[in-house]
T-cell receptor
């Protein structure tokens, strides 16, 4: 079993739709949960991170963590064509340096 | 210069060649990382340097040799690579105490 599971997609939605991206994980020791966005031929860009359980909102993006279910989500409201990218979830343990465990990424396409 | 810069952006090398990848960070971070990204696979952590000291070697073959002369620079020396080593190699940096990692644009390596 992989430590982090993420549906690779692709996910295709019309502009303006609400997008839901998800990851599940197996290690209950993870404490930090990150979402990265990666455009084609670019490096990953950190969107937001959450510590432990709960929600975090930043503009059109909302991250949710449910540690009891080992499930994290990223919601994108009013999706735009510029949101078309691969979205990577990543997790790390509490404390120390940043040893990230990544999901395989979900490719999202937002069409006008 | 801002963020994390990687050179070269693209590299084609034969199996008998020796080449080096370079990474430089301008964020004042004290931890630097090499990740490998292959098609349809999660990012794989290769090496971690914390205050110039290697703190993680994720069972990487010896044909990959990292070097960290100071907290701002990181190299990956390559020799006698195999075609399956073709991938996007990403450098990242972070503060030791923080969960956020910032990535460079990557070097697209092709081994022929």
């Amino acid at each position: 079993q992989k430590e982090v599971e993420q549906d690779p997609g692709p996910l295709s939605v019309p502009e303006g739709a609400i997008v839901s991206l998800n990851c599940t994980y197996s290690n209950s020791a993870f404490q930090y949960f990150m979402w990265y966005r990666q455009y084609s031929r670019k490096g990953p860009e950190l969107l937001m991170y959450t510590y432990s359980s709960g929600n975090k909102e930043d503009g059109r993006f909302t991250a949710q963590v449910d540690k009891s279910s080992k499930y994290i989500s990223l919601f994108i409201r009013d999706s735009q064509p510029s949101d078309s990218a691969t979205y990577l979830c990543a997790m790390s343990f509490s404390g120390g340096y940043n040893k990230l465990i990544f999901g395989a990424g979900t490719r999202l396409a937002v069409h006008p | 210069e801002t963020g994390v810069t990687q050179t070269p952006r693209h590299l084609v090398m034969g199996m008998t060649n020796k080449k080096s990848l370079k990474c430089e960070q301008h964020l004042g971070h004290n931890a630097m990382y090499w990740y490998k990204q292959s098609a349809k696979k999660p990012l794989e952590l290769m090496f971690v340097y914390n205050f110039k000291e290697q703190t993680e070697n994720n069972s990487v073959p010896s044909r990959f040799s990292p070097e960290c002369p100071n907290s701002s620079h990181l190299f990956l020396h390559l020799h006698t690579l195999q075609p399956e080593d073709s991938a996007l190699y990403l450098c990242a940096s972070s503060q030791e105490t923080g969960p956020e990692a910032f990535f460079g644009q990557g070097t697209r390596l092709t081994v022929v």
